[in-house]
T-cell receptor
Protein backbone atom coordinates (compact mmCIF):
# COMPACT_ATOMS: atom_id res chain seq x y z
CA UNK A 1 0.00 0.00 0.00
CA UNK A 2 1.40 3.38 -0.98
CA UNK A 3 2.03 5.81 1.81
CA UNK A 4 1.47 9.54 1.93
CA UNK A 5 3.21 11.12 -1.05
CA UNK A 6 4.51 14.67 -1.03
CA UNK A 7 6.29 16.85 -3.51
CA UNK A 8 8.61 18.53 -3.92
CA UNK A 9 10.95 16.99 -1.37
CA UNK A 10 13.21 20.03 -1.27
CA UNK A 11 12.67 23.62 -2.30
CA UNK A 12 14.91 26.67 -2.03
CA UNK A 13 13.35 30.01 -2.87
CA UNK A 14 14.05 33.66 -2.35
CA UNK A 15 11.93 35.60 0.09
CA UNK A 16 8.78 37.14 -1.32
CA UNK A 17 8.50 34.33 -3.89
CA UNK A 18 5.54 31.95 -3.88
CA UNK A 19 5.81 28.22 -3.23
CA UNK A 20 3.37 25.35 -3.33
CA UNK A 21 3.44 21.86 -1.86
CA UNK A 22 1.39 18.90 -2.99
CA UNK A 23 0.17 15.92 -1.02
CA UNK A 24 -1.55 12.67 -1.93
CA UNK A 25 -2.82 10.86 1.17
CA UNK A 26 -3.14 7.14 1.73
CA UNK A 27 -6.01 5.76 -0.29
CA UNK A 28 -9.24 5.76 1.67
CA UNK A 29 -8.03 8.18 4.33
CA UNK A 30 -10.61 10.90 4.77
CA UNK A 31 -8.63 13.07 7.15
CA UNK A 32 -5.66 15.04 5.86
CA UNK A 33 -3.31 17.21 7.89
CA UNK A 34 -0.66 19.76 7.08
CA UNK A 35 1.97 20.23 9.78
CA UNK A 36 4.97 22.52 9.95
CA UNK A 37 8.05 21.39 11.79
CA UNK A 38 10.82 23.78 12.72
CA UNK A 39 14.28 22.55 13.61
CA UNK A 40 14.36 21.01 17.06
CA UNK A 41 10.62 21.18 17.55
CA UNK A 42 7.69 18.88 17.16
CA UNK A 43 5.23 19.19 14.27
CA UNK A 44 2.69 21.99 14.59
CA UNK A 45 -0.71 21.60 12.98
CA UNK A 46 -1.53 24.15 10.28
CA UNK A 47 -4.77 22.76 8.91
CA UNK A 48 -6.90 19.62 9.07
CA UNK A 49 -9.35 18.45 6.45
CA UNK A 50 -12.23 16.05 6.78
CA UNK A 51 -12.82 15.08 3.16
CA UNK A 52 -12.81 18.42 1.35
CA UNK A 53 -13.81 20.51 4.36
CA UNK A 54 -11.22 22.40 6.37
CA UNK A 55 -12.39 21.71 9.92
CA UNK A 56 -9.44 23.20 11.81
CA UNK A 57 -7.35 25.98 10.31
CA UNK A 58 -6.90 28.06 13.43
CA UNK A 59 -3.09 27.85 13.24
CA UNK A 60 -2.83 28.66 9.53
CA UNK A 61 -1.36 32.15 8.94
CA UNK A 62 -4.08 33.18 6.54
CA UNK A 63 -2.42 36.35 5.35
CA UNK A 64 0.13 34.35 3.37
CA UNK A 65 -0.83 30.69 3.60
CA UNK A 66 -3.65 28.97 1.78
CA UNK A 67 -4.64 25.38 1.31
CA UNK A 68 -7.16 23.42 -0.65
CA UNK A 69 -8.30 19.85 -0.96
CA UNK A 70 -10.34 19.53 -4.09
CA UNK A 71 -12.47 16.39 -4.41
CA UNK A 72 -11.41 15.32 -0.93
CA UNK A 73 -8.22 13.55 -2.03
CA UNK A 74 -5.08 15.49 -3.01
CA UNK A 75 -4.21 18.70 -1.26
CA UNK A 76 -1.99 21.69 -1.93
CA UNK A 77 -0.49 24.14 0.54
CA UNK A 78 0.65 27.49 -0.79
CA UNK A 79 2.73 30.26 0.70
CA UNK A 80 2.70 33.67 -0.96
CA UNK A 81 4.85 35.58 -0.37
CA UNK A 82 7.36 33.47 1.53
CA UNK A 83 9.32 34.94 4.42
CA UNK A 84 12.62 33.85 5.93
CA UNK A 85 10.80 32.48 8.96
CA UNK A 86 8.84 30.06 6.78
CA UNK A 87 11.91 27.87 6.40
CA UNK A 88 10.81 24.54 7.85
CA UNK A 89 9.68 21.06 6.94
CA UNK A 90 6.08 20.89 5.78
CA UNK A 91 4.61 17.52 6.62
CA UNK A 92 1.45 16.12 5.17
CA UNK A 93 -0.29 13.32 7.03
CA UNK A 94 -3.48 11.33 6.80
CA UNK A 95 -5.64 9.10 8.93
CA UNK A 96 -8.69 6.96 8.35
CA UNK A 97 -10.67 8.21 11.33
CA UNK A 98 -9.94 11.42 13.13
CA UNK A 99 -7.86 10.94 16.23
CA UNK A 100 -6.42 7.50 15.52
CA UNK A 101 -3.06 6.74 13.95
CA UNK A 102 -1.68 9.52 11.78
CA UNK A 103 0.65 8.52 8.94
CA UNK A 104 3.15 11.07 7.65
CA UNK A 105 4.64 11.72 4.26
CA UNK A 106 8.37 12.30 3.75
CA UNK A 107 7.95 16.04 4.10
CA UNK A 108 8.77 19.03 1.94
CA UNK A 109 11.88 20.80 3.15
CA UNK A 110 11.61 24.52 2.47
CA UNK A 111 14.50 26.96 2.68
CA UNK A 112 13.79 30.65 2.16
CA UNK A 113 16.87 32.75 1.46
CA UNK B 1 -3.86 25.77 26.74
CA UNK B 2 -3.06 22.24 25.64
CA UNK B 3 0.54 21.20 26.10
CA UNK B 4 2.72 18.14 25.70
CA UNK B 5 6.09 18.07 27.44
CA UNK B 6 8.74 15.50 26.69
CA UNK B 7 11.80 14.79 28.75
CA UNK B 8 14.67 14.65 28.57
CA UNK B 9 15.19 16.84 25.51
CA UNK B 10 18.28 14.86 24.61
CA UNK B 11 19.96 11.73 25.79
CA UNK B 12 23.26 10.04 24.94
CA UNK B 13 23.75 6.38 25.83
CA UNK B 14 25.91 3.45 24.76
CA UNK B 15 24.78 0.38 22.94
CA UNK B 16 23.13 -2.10 25.26
CA UNK B 17 21.82 0.51 27.66
CA UNK B 18 18.13 0.77 28.55
CA UNK B 19 16.44 4.15 28.20
CA UNK B 20 13.14 5.60 29.38
CA UNK B 21 11.59 8.55 27.60
CA UNK B 22 8.83 10.57 29.20
CA UNK B 23 5.78 12.36 27.87
CA UNK B 24 3.46 14.36 30.12
CA UNK B 25 0.41 16.17 28.86
CA UNK B 26 -2.45 18.50 29.57
CA UNK B 27 -5.07 18.46 26.86
CA UNK B 28 -8.70 19.45 26.74
CA UNK B 29 -9.84 16.38 24.85
CA UNK B 30 -8.03 13.07 25.05
CA UNK B 31 -8.65 10.19 22.70
CA UNK B 32 -5.19 8.73 22.23
CA UNK B 33 -1.46 9.18 22.76
CA UNK B 34 0.85 8.34 19.89
CA UNK B 35 4.60 7.70 19.86
CA UNK B 36 6.66 8.28 16.74
CA UNK B 37 10.30 7.79 15.76
CA UNK B 38 11.78 10.45 13.52
CA UNK B 39 15.11 10.05 11.82
CA UNK B 40 16.15 12.36 9.02
CA UNK B 41 12.73 12.27 7.46
CA UNK B 42 9.08 11.96 8.39
CA UNK B 43 7.93 10.54 11.73
CA UNK B 44 7.16 6.84 11.65
CA UNK B 45 4.47 5.43 13.87
CA UNK B 46 5.43 3.31 16.88
CA UNK B 47 2.51 2.97 19.29
CA UNK B 48 -0.98 4.19 19.97
CA UNK B 49 -2.18 4.19 23.58
CA UNK B 50 -5.73 4.80 24.66
CA UNK B 51 -6.17 2.97 27.96
CA UNK B 52 -4.28 3.23 31.21
CA UNK B 53 -2.06 0.44 32.38
CA UNK B 54 -1.97 -1.59 29.19
CA UNK B 55 1.56 -2.00 27.89
CA UNK B 56 2.17 -1.93 24.19
CA UNK B 57 5.25 -3.84 23.11
CA UNK B 58 7.16 -4.24 19.88
CA UNK B 59 10.50 -5.98 20.07
CA UNK B 60 12.78 -3.97 22.32
CA UNK B 61 10.35 -1.07 22.55
CA UNK B 62 7.46 -0.81 24.96
CA UNK B 63 5.16 1.92 26.14
CA UNK B 64 2.54 2.46 28.80
CA UNK B 65 0.04 5.17 29.59
CA UNK B 66 -1.12 6.55 32.93
CA UNK B 67 -4.29 8.59 32.32
CA UNK B 68 -4.65 9.49 35.97
CA UNK B 69 -1.21 11.07 36.21
CA UNK B 70 -1.31 12.24 32.58
CA UNK B 71 1.90 10.76 31.29
CA UNK B 72 3.36 8.01 29.19
CA UNK B 73 6.77 6.39 29.02
CA UNK B 74 8.59 4.78 26.14
CA UNK B 75 11.19 2.19 27.07
CA UNK B 76 13.91 0.91 24.80
CA UNK B 77 15.98 -2.01 26.05
CA UNK B 78 19.34 -3.19 24.71
CA UNK B 79 19.69 -0.02 22.62
CA UNK B 80 21.38 -0.15 19.22
CA UNK B 81 22.90 2.60 17.10
CA UNK B 82 19.90 2.30 14.82
CA UNK B 83 17.71 3.54 17.65
CA UNK B 84 19.32 6.97 17.34
CA UNK B 85 16.50 9.33 16.42
CA UNK B 86 14.09 11.90 17.76
CA UNK B 87 11.16 10.31 19.55
CA UNK B 88 7.94 12.29 19.40
CA UNK B 89 4.84 12.04 21.53
CA UNK B 90 1.46 13.31 20.30
CA UNK B 91 -1.68 13.62 22.39
CA UNK B 92 -5.24 14.67 21.79
CA UNK B 93 -8.35 13.90 19.89
CA UNK B 94 -9.20 15.69 16.66
CA UNK B 95 -6.21 17.98 17.11
CA UNK B 96 -3.12 15.97 18.01
CA UNK B 97 -0.56 18.14 19.76
CA UNK B 98 3.07 17.13 19.51
CA UNK B 99 5.82 17.51 22.06
CA UNK B 100 9.23 18.88 21.10
CA UNK B 101 10.68 15.38 21.10
CA UNK B 102 13.56 13.60 22.79
CA UNK B 103 16.74 13.29 20.74
CA UNK B 104 18.32 9.92 21.51
CA UNK B 105 21.91 9.22 20.48
CA UNK B 106 23.21 5.68 20.90
CA UNK B 107 26.98 5.39 20.70
CA UNK B 108 28.70 2.14 19.75
Amino acid sequence: EAGVVQSPRYKIIEKKQPVAFWCNPISGHNTLYWYRQNLGQGPELLIRYENEEAVDDSQLPKDRFSAERLKGVDSTLKIQPAELGDSAVYLCASSSVTGVTIYFGEGSWLTVV
Amino acid sequence: EDKVVQSPLSLVVHEGDTVTLNCSYEVTNFRSLLWYKQEKKAPTFLFMLTSSGIEKKSGRLSSILDKKELFSILNITATQTGDSAVYLCAVGSNDMRFGAGTRLTVKP
